[in-house]
């Protein structure tokens, strides 16, 4: 009873609210960091520093006016922030956070789930999150939103398949699709795969902030060309929802990357023997703190990089990153068979 | 119990939203209402213990397939419904038809699994699901059993490919 349906609740509610919580405060992270690049202060009035200015930004949006626009679709309006938020949560259940650890006497494992084919439920659920995005753009009844949506969606669908080539080659080290095998194959190696497949994580890299809609591949909300992109026309608690999927989708991002190339829960070095006193620092502190640098890169990234044009977007994704892709993934297939 | 409880849901639930694609006035809603079908069948995959299929399915289908539908969907944007057929009468005869085969097909279904001893039903269901993991088995006989088979289907795709740059691309 405790083990099959107490244990997991709690372990979902954990995870639900820790996202939410560190969205949210993501956004401040993203404004401060953006604003000290800048020679800026960022938010200081809401609390010492700022840091209660997710709070008020949470009650604002939760009080403003909801509106519908006359013309639009008002069932799928509704349904468009609902589609993109939920696959963004439901990603969650097979990140795996830590090992097993013992908790008030019973294993506990830190991950929701451990399926088989883990990896590819990721890249599923994120091909679904695209209907979110398309929905909105033409649910608005409004010409920005919809040149928006036909961006975004065309940007997911062409950088999905250059990130999941890369994956490929990393089930094709690991022999495995569940997400907790990966990170033992790592530890059984002794090499994060971030160091023996280089060009994959580089992909990888490069198509998660296109899949993100981040900087410098923000097309689909490049303001000075379409106003505000594919949430134009949403305001209040269903505009939080997007802005909440999209930061909730660069975390899951993150924590992929973390989990495929930089050992999930594992210690820096796993396999140097003179850095195991590393090894007190708990697992899912470490996933945590990779997590952390890659969401910080991305906000470098963002304070850094103008926006590529879209045709060099296009090119970029079409033209070299999967055939960089695909090479790498002969490559890798011909040194695992002759290995 | 549980099962049968769950299956019947879902089974009215692919019903309903099958109905709804084809009776709803917009397109698009058509397009989503589809997708809300595929993903209630991968469902019963999952109940089936065909994770890898019910992955696979929600994929190609819902992420894949049914998004370039709502592209051109949206893109050709039919305010109006087709117009009526010039000839009613001659649908409804083909419709006819169609239904008296489908009728057939299940009751021969019907039949023959009445038919078939208690004995081989009862040893179908007693196999042993395999403990691997079905990812491995489906890639086992996918490149064993079925290898003509999914050479040829990736032959295939990939002639409609080649045929896709050739009609898009004007000079080569």
């Known amino acids: ?339 | 119990m549980f099962e049968s409880i769950l299956f019947y849901t879902l089974a009215a639930f692919i019903l309903g939203f099958g109905v709804l694609v084809v009776t709803a006035r917009n397109t698009v809603h058509c397009v989503v209402f589809l997708v809300a079908n595929f993903l209630c069948v991968a469902m019963i995959y999952v109940m089936l213990g065909a994770e890898f299929l019910a992955i696979i399915q929600v994929l190609v289908y819902a992420g894949g397939i049914v998004v370039l539908y709502l592209f051109v969907v949206m893109l050709v944007n039919l305010k109006r419904g087709p117009d009526a057929a010039p000839d009613r009468r001659r649908q409804s005869r083909v419709g006819f038809v169609l239904a008296a085969v489908m009728l057939a097909e299940i009751s021969a279904i019907l039949v023959y699994s009445a038919a078939r001893p208690a004995s081989a039903v009862a040893a179908a269901a007693a196999t042993p699901l395999q403990t691997v993991g079905n990812t491995e088995v489906v890639g086992m006989l996918l490149y064993t059993d079925y290898l003509i088979p999914f050479e040829v289907a990736s032959m295939l795709l990939l002639v409609a490919m080649i045929g896709a740059i050739l009609l898009a691309k004007k000079e080569i």
């Open chain 1, 1 to 339: 009873m405790i083990d099959n349906f107490v244990i997991p609740l709690v372990k979902i509610l954990v995870v639900l609210n820790a996202t939410l919580v560190g969205v949210t405060y993501m956004v401040l992270l993203e404004r401060k960091v953006i604003a000290w690049a800048q020679s800026r202060l960022g938010p200081m009035r809401v609390g010492p520093y700022g840091i209660l200015q997710p709070v008020a930004d949470a009650l604002k949006l939760m009080i403003k006016e909801d509106i519908t626009p006359v013309r639009a679709d008002k069932w799928v309006f509704t349904v468009a922030p609902i589609l993109s938020m939920v696959p963004a949560l439901i990603v969650y259940a097979v990140i795996p956070f830590g090992p097993i650890v013992q908790m008030f006497g019973h294993p506990v494992s830190l991950y929701i789930t451990d399926i088989n084919v883990g990896l590819l439920y990721i890249v599923s659920v994120a091909s679904v999150g695209v209907y979110g995005i398309i929905l909105a753009g033409y649910a608005s009844n409004s010409k920005y939103p919809l040149l928006a949506s036909l961006r975004a969606s065309a940007q997911l669908i062409s950088y999905e398949v250059a990130v999941t080539l890369t994956l490929v080659s990393v089930i094709l080290m690991s022999g495995s699709l569940s997400m907790v095998s990966i990170v033992r194959a790592q530890e059984s190696s002794g090499m994060w795969y971030a160091f023996v497949q280089p060009l994959a994580f580089g992909i990888f890299f490069i198509g998660s902030l296109a899949e993100t809609n981040r900087a410098p591949f923000d097309m689909p909300e490049a303001e000075q060309e379409l106003t505000g992109g594919f949430h134009t026309e949403y305001s209040g608690m269903r505009f939080a929802l997007f802005f909440l999927a999209e930061y909730a989708n660069m975390i899951v991002v993150s924590a992929v990357a973390t989990t495929l190339f930089l050992g999930g829960w594992l210690r820096p070095f796993p396999n140097v023997h003179v850095l195991s006193f590393l090894g007190f620092v708990p697992g899912w502190i470490w996933f945590l703190l990779k997590t952390f640098v890659f969401i910080y890169v991305f906000i470098w990234i963002r304070a850094t990089l103008p926006r590529y044009r879209y045709d060099q977007l296009m090119r970029l994704g079409w033209k070299v990153l999967i055939p960089l892709g695909i090479a790498n993934l002969v490559v890798t297939a011909i040194l695992k068979v002759l290995l």
